[in-house]
């Protein structure tokens, strides 16, 4: 396939990217990756932190609180994780999932962004083939390309 004009298709910059987060040294390390790319082609990088829903909460009220409380938690964890000079913290959002990996997958979809970037953990490396069951589900369920750290 080729682009307008006859040439070679074009590639395209991944300017909105979505950074599956849970604090492990992984996801620090797959902020950090998308971060550094963002900051390569002047793009957005926003973070998505995806917690099993509280077995206490009852209303919605109870929980929106428990997301509030979530997301500024992970706040100050990723202010003391970036580097000075970024400017201000990639914006947040707590989601209440069971399937973590589907969440995100949903996520990004309804969302629009260009890439997905997710830490591996140790234990997922062990598991089918060397990928998780939880990244093995976030590649087969989301449409965009997923990069793995």
Known sequence: MSAAGGGPPRARAFRRILVGYDGSREAQDALRTA???????????????VVRP?????????????????????????????????GRVPETRVVFADD???AIAEHAEVHGFD?????????ERATHRGIGQALESLLRHHPCPVLVV
């Open 115 to 123: 890439l997905v970037v997710v830490g591996c953990h140790g234990r």
């Open 100 to 102: 973590p990996a589907r």
């Open 54 to 86: 509280p077995a206490h909460v009852e209303t919605p009220e109870e929980l929106a609180s428990a997301a509030s409380a979530e997301r500024d938690n992970l706040s100050q964890g990723l202010e003391a994780l970036l580097r000075p000079g970024l």
């Open 35 to 49: 971060v550094a790319l963002a900051e390569e082609v002047d793009g957005d990088v926003r973070v998505l932190l």
